[in-house]
């Protein structure tokens, strides 16, 4: 098993950064596809992007394709998330996740989650 952490939230103006990290504890994260996910008030949780185990390839919604960048070292068991040029329609919680399987953007098919980092962008 895997236990994942994230920091980096906050309170940011629009078209400001933040960068989110999640530090993973336990097994390597090397046997897992890593990513991000967020959870507005009243919606579901959605796919933001995904690193493939070796970082080699990443995955990106198109809402934040040229946005967020988002980046795992292996060695360190971490997972980063740098969003740039960010936007009110960015708030919510943003999870840190890991996929035993295939990379796939439902979030009802990944494995372990982080408790959440709670992302604000004001207007």
């Known amino acids: 098993q895997v236990q994942l952490r994230e920091s980096g939230g906050g309170l940011v103006q629009a078209g400001g950064s933040l960068r989110l990290s999640c530090a993973a504890s336990?097994?390597?994260?090397?046997?897992?596809?890593m990513g991000w996910f967020r959870q507005a008030p009243g919606k579901e949780r959605e796919f933001v992007a995904a690193?493939?185990?070796?970082?080699?390839?990443?995955y990106y919604a198109d809402t934040y394709k040229g946005r967020f960048t988002i980046s795992r070292d292996n060695t360190k068991k971490t997972l980063l998330l740098q969003m740039n040029s960010l936007k009110p329609e960015d708030t919510a919680v943003y999870y840190c996740?890991?996929?035993?399987?295939?990379?796939?953007?439902?979030?009802?098919?990944?494995?372990?989650w982080g408790q959440g980092a709670q992302v604000t962008v004001s207007s």
């Open positions: 996740a890991a996929k035993e399987r295939e990379y796939s953007d439902s979030y009802r098919s990944w494995d372990y």
């Open positions: 690193a493939s185990r070796f970082n080699n390839y990443a």
């Open positions: 336990g097994r390597t994260i090397n046997n897992y596809v």
